[in-house]
């Protein structure tokens, strides 16, 4: 059974701008008779990231993979809880995500090797407890999270993730979350994509790159060439 993914947010930190800013006019009175969202899109520009701390996102994150899961985990200042493979039972069916890539006459064979699991997991768990039997479950199957994280590492999130090399699961998160967040504090995330974006350089090999923006290995050549 293939669903798609949904997100939600939970909740945010509420005037996270005037928060922000609050937060930011501590470490100098220069700042008081800056606006709030001036200040705050400063902080954003300029990578001053420490401010940007105090707000947080709990999102809940529906019918994502089990391998996407794994992948947030490498977004190690954040809060991670996910559905639980030990307490239930995926008797009644294995929702899974099934990469774009996979087409065709592949895709079929896919759906049939997961039927097939679904039914030895099923088998198992007759025989012996759902802690053991869940070690047959797939990569692709589709789990229920929770996340949670502060804005700083949002915007780290987004940029790594919005790019073109990123997993296409992950980009389709990336952007789900990108359009949630946008509305609620379009002077943080407004301008937010790549850290090809950010930088001006895209850090990925020139093969592949989108090309939007100069290599850094490109650019040390034109440097060199103009020594």
Request: proline share 5%.
């Amino acid at each position: 059974m293939v669903s798609r993914m949904d997100v939600e947010l939970k909740e945010y930190t509420r005037n996270g701008i005037q928060l922000i800013a609050e937060a930011v006019r501590v470490t100098g009175p220069f700042f008081n008779k800056i606006p709030n969202d001036i200040i705050v899109r400063k902080m954003v520009k300029h990578d001053y990231g420490s401010a940007l701390e105090h707000v947080y996102f709990t999102f809940e994150l529906k019918d994502i993979s089990v391998a996407l899961s794994r992948e947030l985990l490498e977004h190690r200042m954040a809060s991670h809880t996910a559905k639980s493979t030990r307490y239930v039972s995926q008797a009644k069916g294995l929702p899974f995500y099934m990469p774009p890539q996979i087409d065709g006459a592949l895709r079929e064979k896919v759906k049939n090797h997961i039927e097939a699991t679904w039914e030895l997991y099923k088998q198992l768990e007759k025989d012996i407890d759902r802690e053991s039997a869940r070690y047959v479950l797939p990569m692709g199957l589709k789990c229920t999270y929770v996340w949670t994280i502060n804005c700083r590492s949002l915007l780290n999130f987004l940029r790594l993730r919005l790019c073109l090399n990123a997993a296409p699961e992950m980009q389709e998160l990336a952007r789900k979350v990108k359009a949630i967040v946008i509305k609620q504090y379009p002077e943080i995330f407004e301008n937010v994509d790549c850290r090809g974006q950010q930088w001006g350089v895209c850090p990925e090999p020139y093969k592949r790159s989108c090309h939007k923006y100069p290599t850094t290995k490109k650019l040390k050549a034109a440097e060199e060439e103009n020594c």
